[in-house]
């Protein structure tokens, strides 16, 4: 018990310590919670996400709750650009999963599930401008696109480009939003 107190404690301050050096790429002083988690993995339909993207893994809170649901023939594309974050998720051990140490500007292909905690109005507008462009083309036909984002400020940004709903998570801190996201066919 105590051994995973000392682990916890260590990870919450190797966060922290990410969230000092780049606090507009981190986005929160805090990793998101486990319910915020559980929230975003229940927008997506399991029984048929193969092909799933995660935008900003971080420190792999959400990482490992998606590893969890998916079915064994899935596949994990995890986007991440932090070099110290990279290293730790590329020691994980999970043939599902590949991490691309580069920005979701390069997200390509097709997806059926794209999640992503993303702080999108910290990021400079051309960058977070092509990362939303880049999640709408790379959904499929019945994909979704589910991002997070402490403020509502983030909906007309969504909006250009998806058809949402969101859903409120008090559970974390700072309490969140969820928004579970379509395409729009003619953005």
């Known amino acids: 018990m105590l051994a ?6 260590r990870e919450k301050a190797h966060f922290v310590q990410q969230f000092m050096r780049n606090p507009r790429s981190i986005g929160s002083i805090t990793p998101s919670s486990a319910a915020l988690c559980r929230t975003m993995c229940a927008a997506a339909r399991w029984d048929r996400s193969l092909r799933i993207a995660e935008l900003g ?7 490992r709750h998606i590893l969890q649901h998916m079915s064994p023939q899935a596949q994990l594309e995890v986007f991440e650009i932090s070099p110290q974050l990279v290293a730790a998720l590329s020691q ?16 390509s292909g097709e997806y059926d599930v794209i999640f992503s905690g993303l702080p999108l109005l910290s990021l400079p507008v051309s960058t977070r401008d092509a990362i939303l462009r880049a999640a709408h083309d790379a959904l499929g ?47």
């Open 92 to 107: 994980w051990r999970d043939h599902r999963m590949q991490v691309r140490a580069c920005s979701a500007e390069h997200l």
């Open 141 to 187: 036909p019945r994909g979704v696109f589910i991002q997070f984002q402490y403020t509502s400020l983030t909906q007309p940004l969504l909006s250009r480009y998806f058809t949402w709903q969101r859903q409120r998570v008090l559970k974390n801190f700072p309490p969140a939003w969820v928004y579970r996201c379509t395409r729009h066919y003619a953005p």
């Open 4 to 9: 995973s107190a000392r682990t916890l404690m």
């Open 57 to 63: 893994a971080g420190d792999g809170v959400l990482t």
